[in-house]
Nanobody
Framework: QVQLVESGGGLVQAGGSLRLSCAAS????????MGWFRQAPGKERDLVAA????????YYADSVKGRCTISRDNAKNTVSLQMNSLKPEDTAVYYC?????????????????WGQGTQVTVSS
């Protein structure tokens, strides 16, 4: 069982930056691939970025490539998403998610555990 708690969301002007963090419980965090998803009102939940259990592999959706960086610290059981040059279309609830490494691949959208989400609002 893994519990995930996101933080770092908020209101920011277009062009600004935010750093989202996700704290995971449990002693096996390094056994999980991690992902960040977002869901805007009336839209489906989309994969934004993902990182392998070791941190050696990362994936970014085209919509955020070059503006976001996903990272993890297995010693601290945390995964982060640094978002720069934010746009109004980045406005959404952002979720972190975990999937056991034996079942995970870099672009999977199937995850076992989810956080409660953190709101990101980008004003124009």
């Amino acid at each position: 069982q893994v519990q995930l708690v996101e933080s770092g969301g908020g209101l920011v002007q277009a062009g600004g930056s935010l750093r989202l963090s996700c704290a995971a419980s449990g002693r096996t965090f390094s056994s999980y691939g991690m992902g960040w998803f977002r869901q805007a009102p009336g839209k489906e939940r989309d994969l934004v970025a993902a990182i392998s259990w070791s941190g050696g592999s990362t994936y970014y959706a085209d919509s955020v490539k070059g503006r976001c960086t996903i990272s993890r610290d297995n010693a601290k059981n945390t995964v982060s998403l640094q978002m720069n040059s934010l746009k109004p279309e980045d406005t959404a609830v952002y979720y972190c998610a975990a999937r056991r490494k034996t079942m995970w691949f870099i672009t999977t959208t199937v995850y076992d555990y989810w956080g409660q989400g953190t709101q990101v609002t980008v004003s124009s």
